[in-house]
């Protein structure tokens, strides 16, 4: 195990509260175990780490979050996406490799939306070359988070959103049953409706989709009373 990781795993485990740990787990459907260390105090212990070990050189990224990904607790999956994060502006072209394993590996909502709308939105942005050469493959894929994130990536862009590329993303996924592709269309169209309220109302109102997306897609509309 690489240094940096058993270092990091020392230091979460001192703090790790098995009171914690069970609802925690619970909350998350029992897909992962956990230390039982909640956000805000996570962030103080690896924000204290950070202070004496600084970050992972940039050369051993790929290998120090593919350690952390592979321990059991879900803490250290977070503490990985927050290094990558931390990172996310000097990766490397070749780097949508290793996203792509994130998103891939322990695949949840809670680690595949982060690394949508953080670390995958900036490297496409980043590298557009990358995202024309990964989207195709991505969008057509047997693996629905590859395709959830698709979906999501562009939550962050708003004015500089593609509008077209997401409303034809949201027209291939209308046949699926799967929840959490519902789930993201709605998403998706209900954060850009806060930039362009009409296109979203106008798409929703021509396109058959599912009742989950439509209801999610306009549901901040309907809070500002603007429907």
């Given amino acids: 195990m690489h240094s940096y990781v058993q270092a990091l795993q020392a230091h979460l485990q001192l703090q790790a509260n098995p009171a914690e740990a069970g609802p925690m787990s619970r909350y998350m459907r029992d897909q992962f175990p956990f230390l039982g260390l909640k956000t805000p105090a996570r962030r103080v212990l690896l924000n204290t780490f950070l ?8 050369s051993d990224l790929d290998l120090v979050l593919k350690e952390l990904w592979a321990l059991p607790e879900r803490e250290y999956q ?8 931390k990172l996310t502006k000097k990766l490397p072209a070749d ?20 690394l949508a709308g953080h670390a995958v ?3 496409f ?17 047997a693996n629905f ?24 993303l949201i027209r291939e996924n209308l046949d699926s049953g799967e929840f959490f592709i519902q789930k993201a269309i709605g998403w998706a169209l209900r954060e850009y409706s806060k930039t362009d309220a009409q296109a979203v109302i106008e798409f929703i109102h021509a396109t058959p989709l599912p009742a989950l997306s439509a209801r999610e897609g306009l549901k901040w509309l309907q809070n500002q009373g603007r429907l």
């Avoid at 977070?78 to 994060?85: E, F, K, R």
């Avoid at 942005?125 to 894929?141: H, K």
């Fill in 95 to 114: 780097a949508v490799g290793l996203l792509e394993y994130l998103i891939t590996h322990k695949s949840w909502w809670d680690t595949v939306d982060s």
């Fill in 145 to 168: 988070w590859l395709r959830r994130t698709t979906l999501l990536f562009q939550l962050p862009y708003k004015t500089n959103t593609d509008v077209e590329l997401l409303f034809s």
């Fill in 125 to 141: 942005q980043r590298c557009p070359a990358v995202r024309d050469a990964t989207l195709p493959v991505w969008r057509s894929s």
């Fill in 78 to 85: 977070y503490s990985a996406l927050t290094l990558l994060d």
């Fill in 51 to 58: 202070a004496t070990h600084g970050l992972p050189p940039l």
């Fill in 121 to 123: 939105a900036v490297h």
